[in-house]
């Protein structure tokens, strides 16, 4: 086991680093936008199109796709390094439910022509519409129908906290077919496009973290061609577990990267900041909140990538990568914490990000599942080793 970073990793990562402060950060600046207000839609496209030109959008989705077919090692050390700065347009570059979605590769290869290969040229976006008013975490619980009608299904039903559903092209829409079976095989996959008679965006909906890309979905006898269907009848729910499960790795990388850069900003302060004639960094209760960070990091840091690395052998790590997400996750945000407290005053205040980053990591513990429910997967698997 080495986890020595190869080469043309170490590679990629420089010329990431390069596109973001020679090219996005300058590009944010210029736009002078209110992160809290969201992020114009044609600053976010022309960051994603870049991106793809540079080989970083759609990274580790397969070659023949446009892809860059980077390994599961290589894409939490991107996701990680991308997460490194405070800033509302690097999350851009390699994208999140709007972005190119493996499990779209279930599909036929019409169906990846006609819908993975425009998101992975980031020409288009998608969204992910799983979640319902009554359906969070206990996500087999979902009341969307489809019912079939010759060669369309007829789907009714709410979907909410729709992340990208103001701006998709398409929505990856997941529905009951089977109300006895539903997660042993009674909720099916469809690809919905923009525009379909009978789908409608419904209610904004504006989170702590700022922005507004959150909404409804709205279907109301929306009729959806067959051909649309996403893999086989019945077997979405399954299709959607395994969506999240993959995406919850990256999240704990995004949030090792995150935490990476709160303590050096935490550290950076304490050196500068006087009180009572010295730095603030020489008192023992700000070195030891410090210290704590800094130990969970590396302890964090650690066990994403010894995950990625096992699944890179051709493991199955479900329990590994709840372990990750939960407590790189939760890491975040104490150090989040540590550093509005270090930063005192300023902290607090919106002319620095330390604020902003305080509210925005706070979505980490429920997204792609709570840390409840990371809790629960990692007993489950303990009790049936």
Aim: proline share 4%.
């Amino acid at each position: 086991m080495d986890f020595t970073i190869p080469e043309e990793i170490e590679i990629l990562r420089r010329s990431l680093r390069k596109f973001i402060e020679k090219e996005v950060l300058p590009m944010e600046e210029k736009a002078d936008f209110d992160p809290d207000e969201g992020v114009p839609q044609e600053l976010l496209k022309k960051v994603r199109i870049r991106s793809h030109d540079l080989g970083f959008w759609g990274i580790d989705m397969p070659e023949q796709y446009g892809g860059g077919g980077l390994n599961t090692m290589g894409t939490v050390i991107m996701r990680e390094e991308v997460s490194k700065y405070f800033s509302s347009l690097t999350q851009s570059i390699f994208g999140g439910p709007e972005g190119p979605s493996k499990i779209l590769l279930a599909g036929t290869e019409a169906q990846i022509q006609k819908y993975l290969v425009p998101v992975v040229k980031g020409e288009q976006s998608c969204c992910f519409a799983l979640t319902e008013p009554n359906a969070g975490s206990d996500a087999a619980s979902i009341e969307t129908s489809a019912v079939r009608d010759g060669d369309e299904w007829v789907i009714n039903g709410l979907k909410h906290f729709i992340t990208n559903g103001p701006y998709a092209d398409y929505a990856i829409v997941f529905a009951v077919t089977d109300r006895e079976k539903r997660a042993r095989g009674g909720i099916t996959c469809f690809i919905v496009e923009k525009g379909t008679p009978g789908l409608s965006t419904g209610k904004i909906q504006r989170t702590m973290g700022g922005g507004d890309s959150q909404c409804e979905l709205i279907f109301e006898d929306c009729r959806v061609p067959h051909e649309n269907v996403l893999g086989e009848v019945g077997m979405g729910f399954i299709a959607a577990m395994t969506f999240l499960g993959g995406g919850r790795l990256n999240i704990a990388a995004g949030a090792v990267g995150m935490t990476e850069k709160l303590l050096k900003a935490s550290v950076e302060y304490a050196k500068q900041r006087v009180q009572f004639g010295k730095p603030i960094a020489t008192r023992q209760a700000i070195q030891w909140m410090l210290a704590d960070i800094a130990t969970e990091l590396y302890a964090a840091r650690n066990m994403v990538y010894h995950t990625a690395w096992r699944i890179d052998q051709g493991e199955m790590m479900v329990k590994e990568i709840a372990m990750s997400k939960l407590y790189a996750t939760e890491l975040v945000n104490r150090a989040a914490d540590v550093a509005v407290q270090v930063h005192g005053g300023m902290g607090y205040m919106k002319e620095l990000p330390i604020e902003r980053v305080y509210r925005g990591v706070r979505a980490l513990r429920i997204v792609e599942g709570t840390s409840e429910i990371q809790r629960f997967i990692i007993a489950r698997s303990l009790l049936q080793e």
